[in-house]
Structure formats: C-alpha cells, structure tokens
Nanobody, 121 residues
Framework: QVQLVESGGGSVQAGGSLTLSCAAS????????MAWFRQAPGKEREEVAT????????YVVDSVKGRFTISQDNAKSTLYLRMNSLKPEDTAMYYC??????????????WGQGTQVTVSP
C-alpha cells in the first residue's frame, strides 16, 4: 500500500510561485513512476509532469514547460513541483500519483487527496 500526501498549495497572484510537495510512504516498488496531475472545475484531469525515480528525463506538459519543474528527494521520499510564473489558467486542484512501472500511459494506482492552487489575475 502507498500513501501520498500533498501540501504547498495556496493562493497567489499571477506571476507568483509555489512549490508543491508530495510525501510518499509505503512499498517503494509501487511508486517508481511519480506524477503530478491537475483538474480545474468543469475540465478533465490533466497530466502535468512525470518522473521516473529510477532515472530518465522528467516530462512536463507543453503548457507548463519552462515554468514548472518536477523533482524528487529520494532520501525524504518526497516529490516536488516547482511552479513559477503562475497564470490564472493554472488554477486547479493538483494531485500526486504513483505507479509501479515507468512508461508513458502507465495507469496510476495511487493518488493523494489533492492540494488547491488558485492564481488571481
């Protein structure tokens, strides 16, 4: 079993920055592939960034490329999402997710409860 707990969300003005954290615990082999998703009201859930804990280049979706950075601290079993130059369209609930295999399209079995990010104009 894997537990994921997000933190770091909040309200900022456009152009501001936030860093989201996802504290992970439980079977490490079940959280090899980590990701951040977001879902805005009335919109579908969107994969924002992914990272394979075994190595390989992180992935970020084009809409946040150059502004968001996904990283990890293996010693702390924590995943981060650094968000710079935030825009109102980044407003959403952000979720951390984990899977046991690193490949694009891998189904994420474990999810956190989410942390809200609100960006005002």
């Amino acid at each position: 079993q894997v537990q994921l707990v997000e933190s770091g969300g909040g309200s900022v003005q456009a152009g501001g920055s936030l860093t989201l954290s996802c504290a992970a615990s439980g079977a490490s082999y079940s959280r090899i592939y980590m990701a951040w998703f977001r879902q805005a009201p009335g919109k579908e859930r969107e994969e924002v960034a992914t990272l394979c804990r075994n190595g390989g280049a992180p992935y970020v979706v084009d809409s946040v490329k150059g502004r968001f950075t996904i990283s990890q601290d293996n010693a702390k079993s924590t995943l981060y999402l650094r968000m710079n130059s935030l825009k109102p369209e980044d407003t959403a609930m952000y979720y951390c997710a984990a899977a046991g295999v690193c490949y694009s399209g891998s189904p994420f079995r474990y999810w956190g409860q989410g942390t809200q990010v609100t960006v005002s104009p």
